[in-house]
Nanobody, 116 residues
Framework: VQFVESGGGLVHTGGSLRLSCAAS????????MSWYRQAPGKERELVAG????????NYADSVKGRFTISRDNAKKSVYLQMNNLKPEDTAVYYC??????????WGQGTQVTVSS
């Protein structure tokens, strides 16, 4: 199982970024997927999740209305569109399976830094 996250960067408050995650090593279309993030000195937290077919999604309260998760099963990829970014969104972002489908291996993540 492998995850390769990309798309992070440095933006100002109110800016946007689109993260991508390419997955391999498992039957992607059979798994719900999630984005997680970990800020310095904090525990990793769930940001958003999406069902295997993409019809159901859920979000942490802190990002609801600003972030949108999507997936392309043909490309074995999951995306996170992040709008109206805030300094508290600064973290390393990771993708992995959703809930109990989470795998033990993690990618390197992609750094998102939001300046005030």
């Amino acid at each position: 199982v492998q995850f390769v996250e990309s798309g992070g960067g440095l933006v100002h408050t109110g800016g946007s970024l689109r993260l991508s995650c390419a997955a391999s090593g498992f039957t992607f279309s059979s798994y719900g997927m999630s984005w997680y993030r970990q800020a310095p000195g904090k525990e990793r937290e769930l940001v958003a999740g999406i069902s295997s077919a993409g019809g159901i999604s859920n979000y942490a309260d802190s990002v609801k209305g600003r972030f949108t998760i999507s997936r392309d099963n043909a490309k074995k990829s999951v995306y996170l569109q992040m709008n109206n970014l805030k300094p508290e969104d600064t973290a390393v972002y990771y993708c992995n399976g959703r809930g109990s489908s989470r795998f033990s291996s993690w990618g390197q993540g992609t750094q998102v830094t939001v300046s005030s």
